[in-house]
């Protein structure tokens, strides 16, 4: 059984540039949820995505957007990157059903390096 | 708003030897709470949590927790210490209520276990 996947794996990318990460959900799993892991901290909540529409939103700018497909996979944007940007982002799938209901699937992240 | 503290950035412990990560939560209604493990460069895997029922839980790898509500703390514990252990520990918390959807999920800044052999 697949677990959540992600990609790219590691990325660089320049300051103004735009980044899009992918991601593809535990099977069964219908919710999204991205998070910012910046090095060494715990991960950052940006948002959740559930029925194609964001639900619930953390601490971060516009330019962070985001899209769920009617497959479930999911991408995030980052418009005009800042170096501060630099992190782990972490994809994690769920699913409200089931004896794994409420628990993340973790991917294991798209390292993104801006320079 | 809901919140984790854990309030040691290490913890050391000789192989063998019982270990306990710390972590404190607010939530502003019945929480949902949870532990999770990062190895190096790696997402984060699921190691228990408690919904409700009985206040000690058991996972995997041996790993156990206990929910204090009164105290508002979620400590994970483990009898025996193996070196295998040593990672990065992170405890979370989410509020019981949100529906599909609105279920966000707060981590702490995370514990380094450091198992010495």
């Known amino acids: 059984d697949a677990g959540v996947t992600q990609s790219p794996t590691h990325l660089i990318k320049t300051r103004g540039q735009q980044v899009t990460l992918r991601c593809s959900p535990k099977?069964?799993?219908?919710?999204v949820s991205w998070y910012q892991q910046a090095l060494g901290q715990g991960p950052q909540f940006i948002f959740q995505?559930?029925?194609?529409?964001?639900?619930q939103r953390g601490n971060f700018p516009d330019r962070f957007s985001g899209h769920q497909f009617p497959n479930y996979s999911s991408e995030l944007n980052v418009n005009a990157l800042l170096l501060g940007d630099s992190a782990l982002y972490l994809c994690?799938?769920?699913?409200?059903?089931?004896?794994?209901?409420?628990?993340?699937?973790f991917g294991a992240g798209s390292r993104l390096t801006v320079l | 708003a809901q919140s984790v503290a854990q309030p040691e950035d290490q913890v050391n412990v000789a192989e063998g030897n019982p270990l306990t990560v710390k972590c404190t939560y607010s939530?502003?209604?019945?929480?949902?709470l949870f532990w999770y493990v990062q190895y190096p460069n790696r997402g984060l895997q699921f190691l228990l949590k408690?919904?409700?029922?009985?206040?000690l839980v058991k996972g995997s790898y041996g790993f156990e927790a206990e929910f204090n509500k009164s105290q508002t703390s979620f400590h994970l514990k483990k009898p025996s210490a193996l070196v295998s252990d040593s990672a990065l520990y992170f405890c979370?918390?989410?509020?019981?209520?949100?529906?599909?959807?609105?279920?966000?999920?707060?981590f702490g800044t995370g514990t380094k276990l450091q198992v010495i052999p």
């Open positions: 994690a799938s769920s699913s409200g059903t089931g004896s794994g209901a409420n628990v993340l699937t």
């Open positions: 099977s069964g799993h219908d919710t």
């Open positions: 995505y559930y029925e194609e529409e964001e639900r």
């Open positions: 939530v502003s209604g019945n929480p949902y």
């Open positions: 408690y919904i409700t029922g009985d206040n």
């Open positions: 979370a918390v989410r509020d019981a209520v949100g529906r599909r959807g609105y279920q966000k999920v707060t």
